[in-house]
């Protein structure tokens, strides 16, 4: 009851008033006040609203003219027995034949011929019509009184040109059970504020005032107002951590050459990785040029090694080094960072794409993100590495995660990183410390630890997806249900 607004309330007394039933244009209030009303009170079950598609006939000027002139048949009946020729001469040709037309419809005449000449020779069917009011005229009538016409005279109305014919809905709206309950519990009308306002507040009118409760459990449409994309809205949540954590973003660009991408991580020549079959190469350009000196440095890692390393014993290939492709990992950021910043400390990351030529199917796509970083300080340690990962996931809401050994060429020791999803451990990125054949070249001395995670594959389990499809599928109606992260 308390939770009823003005107009529902009077409504609902109205309705009782009218025994529980009404149409709307009955009800003593503005139209769209009173439909307004029954919505909300249909929602909360007092009142049912029943619709009907009814037929409304507007009389056109012909019909103005059958009403005050009569119907044309009608003048038949002063030229019984006189020749059609009559007819013709005082209303036209045209009038005479609608005249003559409708009143042999009609049966009222007939047309003798004499002589040559034609008569009109009213019927007794015609004679006893006269005595009559004609149907049409009635209904006409009826319908300016507002009342209902059957259906064969509207046809017959409507051929002739007399009305036209419109659908409206005729609505009746009905106090239900519950409904009654509510008017015989006794409904006050009584002043009620449904908003505070701050002038109120300020002159302690509010004191007085009685507010109108409200019923949280009411129906109310969705509304989707716009936000950002899941993985943006992830992106953002990652990027406030790790900078809370004291790291900086850094960005790179979707083109490096070979040497940046695998060759400066000790990825040998012939590793598999390398293949057409997982790396996208560019055809324009399809080199980049590089620093003669570097290349010069890493292949004599590559084919002695360094610091007590023996290398991969092979022999480097330059054109290979100079290979333009798609960066297949963010590594290729935090490798250059390093290059460029050989001082020590230094704590960055960065949330990019990566390519990689893989199939799309529910667990793969060819283009993802990594979520990539670098911590870069004289004492860092594989302890540090597990601690700063575990607090990355804690903070994105993953209880557990777990460290398994695992290989990358340029990490030692190294590990991939699983979170408990569901009672099931899910593999999402791997880091490590990186080997010296990857850090000495540059005069780079003190430990680096370093990780590459997923982005998808945790939206994924964050957004309780089975498809990582989804996430690029711009579904709508998906969109605009989901909760903010
Ligand atoms: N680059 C690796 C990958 O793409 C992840 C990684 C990054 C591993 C840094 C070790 C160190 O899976």
Redesign the pocket.
Known sequence: MEALSPIEKKLLLQLSKHGGKARPEEIEMELVKTMNAVSWLQSKRLVSIEEKLAKEYEITQEGKRFLEEGLPEEKIFDFDGKPVKKIEEKFGKEEAKIIIGWALRKKWCRIVEKNGVKYIGITDEGKEAVKKEMEEKKALKAILDGKPIDEKIANLLKKRRAIKEREKIERKIYLTEKGWDVVKAGIKLEEEVSQLTHEMIISGEWKKKKFRKYDVKAFAPSIYPAKRHPLSQLIEKIRKIFSEMGFKEIKGSYVESALWNMDA?FIPQDHPARDMQDTFYCKKPSKIEVDENLIKKIAEVHERGIDGSKGWDYKFDKNESLKALLR????VN?IRYLYMHPEPPAKVFSIER?FRRENIDSTHLPEFH?I?G?IYERGANFSMLKGILKEFYARMGFERIRYRP?Y?P??EP?MEIEVLWNGKWIEL????I?RPEVTKPFGIDEPVL?????LERMAMILLGLNDIRMLYWSDMDWLHKLPLL
């Open positions: 991580l297949t990992h963010t590594t935090t990566v990594q990539e670098i695992a990358f340029y990490t190294s990125g791997g880091s490590g990186f370093a990780w590459g995670l997923g």
